[in-house]
């Protein structure tokens, strides 16, 4: 008899399950594939960071390097060799989660995991027998995968999501991806730098619609430069497939039909929670909108099961599943863990990067919040000058009373890792003068925050 399962190997379940074994609970972890991580390690995270990076190496040898005056002839990209080393990458993180299990003592099961009752999980292996299982708790953390939409059937050979963009084996010459969001601006900035023409089409008026809405736009100027064009206020109808090439038919913002060709259609307009042959309906949850509802202390209706990560609700992020798995372990051990679902930074990793955390300035209009704004942007600021990267800005909202900090919003050179003093910012609900007195290393980026806050707080940027 277990303390605890974890159903489910991602960022949520793997980190919960560590957190529990250290607070002593006999744990384990079930995973339907053989190797652990979820999506983030083996289709998500590392694997596009690694593509991401590799050919923002290329990208400025290519178009860079002159400007440092560094010359370079003969570059060229060797596709497999790219993938390979991503592979090896989300290998070595993959076996990291496997010593890491071994080391807290948690036993793993390899299997897909489903309810007999709130205290028997069933395990089928590949191998086509069952194991199981006796269990007191269970934390439900079996993640996602990538939707679709009417009229768009994906066929992961033309019609694929990013678990295919992510291993194709050669670059392709046109790409057609429908959503402007997170994925497919990341995986099309990693083929527009090895040369695919890439055409976004986006259902809303903005690409990053859940963003700041200056973010969207800086971002979009920018990609553009770099090639990629933007089909936005369009509506997806169809995509078929005729031999190697993909036509998707969409309804522009006129209600005009255009058509839109490619090698490979990359869907990417969300995921959807997994919960298929769980096993649920044994136990008597029932989801909502596919989410398993869970209430403030992430317990389901049955008391003692759990849930975390992009199977509930709130942000589909790495980040956002462990807090809540570690948030889990610790209230099943009778702590009081706190979680401040405010202060989650959102970063996406094309170049320039982009994060947030807070309120949007959008959001805080609709709440009619009376709020200051003060924005720097990265052309001011020498280091980014030196550095020949003078996209991008950072924007502060604060509170227009009290000066508390109340969203940041970056777009920029290095703004992934930026972002963590806004996020310290928010937690400690710092305000905007306080930033902007802190001494901030000269030169780097981030003096553009100490100057946004400068900016916010009594407009008055020093260099500006
Ligand atoms: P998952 O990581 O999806 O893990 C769930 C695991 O449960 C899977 O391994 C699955 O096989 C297993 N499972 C499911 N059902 C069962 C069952 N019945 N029995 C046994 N095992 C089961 N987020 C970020 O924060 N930063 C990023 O840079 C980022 N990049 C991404 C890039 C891509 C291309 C994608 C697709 C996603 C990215 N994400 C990123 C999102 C991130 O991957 C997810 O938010 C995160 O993985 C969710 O973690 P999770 O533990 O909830 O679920
Ligand atoms: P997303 O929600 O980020 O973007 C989907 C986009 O598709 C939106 O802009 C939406 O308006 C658009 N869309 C929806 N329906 C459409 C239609 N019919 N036609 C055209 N456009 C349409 O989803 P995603 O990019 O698929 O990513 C899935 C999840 O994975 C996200 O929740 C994201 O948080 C996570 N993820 C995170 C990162 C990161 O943190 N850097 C990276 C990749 C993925």
């Given at each position: 008899?277990?303390?605890?399962?974890?159903?489910?190997?991602?960022?949520?379940?793997?980190?919960?399950?560590?957190?529990?074994?250290?607070?002593?609970?006999k744990t384990?972890i079930?995973?339907?594939?053989?190797?652990?991580?979820?999506?983030?390690l083996?289709?998500?995270c590392?694997p596009?960071k690694?593509l991401?990076?590799s050919t923002?190496?290329?990208?400025?040898?290519?178009h860079?390097f002159?400007v440092?005056?560094?010359?370079?002839?003969g570059?060229?990209?060797?596709?497999?060799?790219?993938?390979q080393?991503?592979?090896?990458?989300?290998?070595?993180?993959?076996?990291?989660v496997?010593?890491?299990?071994?080391?807290?003592?948690?036993?793993?099961?390899?299997?897909?995991?489903?309810?007999?009752?709130?205290?028997?999980i069933?395990i089928a292996k590949?191998?086509?027998?069952?194991?199981?299982?006796?269990?007191?708790?269970?934390?439900i953390?079996?993640?996602?995968?990538?939707?679709?939409?009417?009229?768009?059937?994906?066929?992961?050979?033309?019609?694929?999501?990013?678990?295919e963009?992510?291993?194709l084996?050669?670059?392709?010459?046109?790409?057609?991806i429908?959503g402007?969001?997170?994925?497919?601006?990341?995986?099309?900035?990693?083929?527009a730098?090895?040369?695919?023409?890439?055409r976004?089409?986006?259902?809303?008026?903005?690409i990053l619609p859940?963003?700041d809405r200056?973010l969207?736009?800086?971002?979009q100027r920018?990609l553009k430069k770099?090639g990629?064009e933007?089909?936005?206020?369009?509506?997806?109808?169809?995509a078929?497939?005729?031999?190697?090439k993909v036509t998707?038919?969409?309804?522009n913002?006129?209600g005009?039909?255009v058509s839109?060709?490619g090698d490979?259609c990359?869907?990417a307009v969300?995921?959807?929670?997994y919960?298929?042959?769980?096993?649920?309906?044994?136990?008597?949850i029932?989801?909502?909108?596919?989410?398993?509802?869970?209430?403030?202390h992430?317990?389901?209706?049955?008391?003692?099961i759990y849930?975390?990560g992009?199977?509930i609700r709130?942000?589909?992020?790495?980040?956002?599943?462990e807090?809540e798995g570690v948030?889990?372990a610790?209230?099943?051990?009778?702590q009081r863990p706190?979680?401040?679902?405010?202060a989650i930074?959102g970063?996406?990793?094309t170049?320039?990067?982009v994060?947030?955390?807070?309120?949007?300035?959008e959001?805080?209009k609709?709440k009619?919040l009376?709020y200051k704004s003060?924005?720097?942007?990265?052309?001011?600021?020498g280091?980014?000058?030196a550095?020949?990267?003078?996209?991008?800005?950072?924007?502060?909202?604060?509170?227009?009373?009290?000066d508390e900090i109340?969203?940041v919003?970056?777009?920029g050179a290095?703004?992934?890792?930026?972002i963590a003093e806004?996020?310290v910012?928010?937690?400690?609900?710092?305000?905007?003068?306080?930033?902007?007195?802190i001494?901030h290393?000269?030169p780097?980026?981030?003096?553009?925050?100490?100057?946004?806050?400068?900016?916010?707080?009594?407009?008055?940027?020093?260099?500006?």
């Amino acid at each position: 008899m277990y303390d605890v399962t974890i159903i489910g190997s991602g960022p949520g379940g793997y980190v919960a399950a560590i957190r529990c074994a250290q607070l002593g609970m006999k744990t384990a972890i079930i995973e339907r594939y053989s190797t652990l991580g979820g999506t983030c390690l083996n289709v998500g995270c590392i694997p596009s960071k690694a593509l991401l990076d590799s050919t923002e190496h290329y990208h400025l040898a290519k178009h860079s390097f002159d400007v440092h005056g560094i010359e370079v002839s003969g570059l060229k990209v060797d596709l497999a060799r790219m993938m390979q080393r991503k592979n090896e990458v989300v290998q070595q993180t993959c076996d990291g989660v496997q010593y890491l299990m071994k080391k807290n003592k948690i036993d793993v099961y390899h299997g897909h995991g489903s309810f007999v009752n709130a205290h028997a999980i069933e395990i089928a292996k590949t191998d086509g027998t069952k194991d199981s299982l006796e269990t007191d708790k269970t934390i439900i953390a079996t993640g996602s995968k990538p939707s679709s939409i009417p009229g768009v059937e994906i066929d992961k050979q033309r019609i694929i999501t990013s678990t295919e963009a992510l291993t194709l084996e050669k670059i392709p010459e046109e790409m057609v991806i429908i959503g402007g969001g997170v994925i497919g601006l990341e995986l099309g900035q990693v083929y527009a730098r090895l040369g695919t023409k890439v055409r976004v089409i986006e259902y809303l008026n903005s690409i990053l619609p859940t963003m700041d809405r200056a973010l969207g736009k800086e971002l979009q100027r920018v990609l553009k430069k770099g090639g990629m064009e933007f089909y936005l206020s369009h509506t997806v109808k169809n995509a078929t497939v005729q031999g190697e090439k993909v036509t998707v038919i969409a309804d522009n913002k006129k209600g005009e039909e255009v058509s839109f060709s490619g090698d490979y259609c990359l869907v990417a307009v969300g995921r959807r929670p997994y919960t298929d042959k769980l096993g649920l309906e044994n136990i008597g949850i029932q989801t909502e909108k596919g989410q398993i509802p869970v209430n403030d202390h992430l317990e389901t209706s049955v008391p003692g099961i759990y849930a975390i990560g992009d199977v509930i609700r709130g942000a589909m992020l790495a980040h956002k599943a462990e807090e809540e798995g570690v948030y889990v372990a610790e209230y099943m051990a009778g702590q009081r863990p706190h979680i401040n679902y405010l202060a989650i930074p959102g970063v996406v990793y094309t170049w320039p990067e982009v994060a947030s955390v807070g309120h949007t300035e959008e959001e805080l209009k609709d709440k009619g919040l009376a709020y200051k704004s003060g924005s720097f942007p990265f052309k001011a600021l020498g280091r980014a000058r030196a550095a020949n990267e003078t996209d991008g800005f950072i924007k502060v909202l604060a509170d227009k009373e009290t000066d508390e900090i109340l969203g940041v919003h970056m777009i920029g050179a290095r703004i992934a890792d930026l972002i963590a003093e806004a996020v310290v910012a928010l937690e400690y609900r710092a305000s905007a003068e306080d930033i902007a007195r802190i001494s901030h290393a000269h030169p780097t980026f981030t003096e553009a925050m100490k100057e946004a806050c400068l900016a916010a707080t009594e407009k008055r940027p020093i260099h500006l």
